[in-house]
C-alpha cells in the first residue's frame, strides 16, 4: 500500500514537471514572434501619444508572449472600466503599457494555475501523501490569482514614495529658479538637469516633453496629476492651473507650496515615529517578554518541580 502511494505521488509529480517544461517551451517558441505594439494601444487611450514611453517592467516582459496566447479566452472577464484602471495603474507605476487590462487578467489566471500546480498538485502530494480538501483546492487559486494585484500595487507604492521623498528638494530648486528670473517651464528645465534622477524628475521630464509635443501647460498639469495619483502633485497642479487662470505669480505660489509640502514631510515623519512606538510592542510582548519570563521563573518552575538542589541550595 505504501508503494502504491509513493507511485502515484511520483506520477503526480512528474505529470506537473512536464506540465511545466511543456509551458516553457511554448513561452521560448513564441517569444520571437510577438508584436510589442501594447504599449502605444496603451499610450493611445490614455492620451499619451507623441511621447515616448517610459521604462517597463522585466516581470511583464518576459511574461508578455505567454500572456498574449491566452488573451482571447478572457476577453469576456471584467469590465472596460476595470481594465482601464488597471492600465491607469501601470501608467502610475511608471510602466507605461507594460501590460494592457487583458494581458494583466490572463496574468491573473496563469498564476492562480501555477498557484495550484505548485502547491497542491506538488506540495500537497508530498505533504499531505492523500487527498487534498477542496478548500485548499479553492482557496490556492484565489491566492494565486490576487498576488498580481499585490505587485502592482506595490510598484505604485514605491514609485509614489519615490516621488514624496523627492518633492521638497525639487520644488525647492523649483522656487529657486523662478525666484531668479527663469520661467516656469526653463526653470523645470535646469531642475530636470541639476536634480537626482528619480521618479519625480521622469515625471517633470515626461511633463516637458508633453509641452514639446503640443500639449498647452494646463493639459500637461493636468495630465501630470493623473499619471502621479497623489495629494501632493494634484495640490501642485492644481495651484499652477489657477495661478495661470488668474495671472498671478508663480513664484509666491512655489514658495507657499514649498513650504507646505516640507512641513507635511515633517508631519509624516512624526507620525511614522509614532506608529514605530506602538508597533514594537508586538514583538516586545510575544518575542522578548516570554524570553524574559523563561530565564527568570524557569529556575523557579524547576525547583518547585523537582526539589531542592536546582537552585544550588
Partial sequence: MR??????NMTSILSAVLLGVFMAAVFVAVWAMQPRDARRRVEARLGLQGVEARHSSPVA?????????????VRGIGQAGYRE??????VTAGMTGAMTGDEFLACKVVMAVFSWILIVGIGGGVVLHGPVPLAVHLLVPGIGAFLPDLWLEAEVRRRQDGIRRALPY???????SVEAGLDFVAGLHKVCEKAHPGPL????????KEMQVGASRQQALRSLARRCAMPEISSFSALLVQADHLGASIGPVLRAQADLIRTQRHQRAERAGAYASQKILFPLIFCIMPAVFVIVFGPIALNFLYGKGVLGG
Fill in 3 to 8: 508503494g502504491r502511494n509513493r507511485t502515484e
Fill in 85 to 90: 484602471r488597471i492600465e491607469h495603474r501601470f
Fill in 201 to 208: 524628475v521622469e515625471e517633470l521630464s515626461f511633463f516637458l
Fill in 61 to 73: 516582459e518576459g511574461m508578455r508572449p505567454l500572456l498574449r496566447l491566452l488573451v482571447p479566452l
Fill in 170 to 176: 525639487v520644488m525647492d530648486l523649483l522656487t529657486l
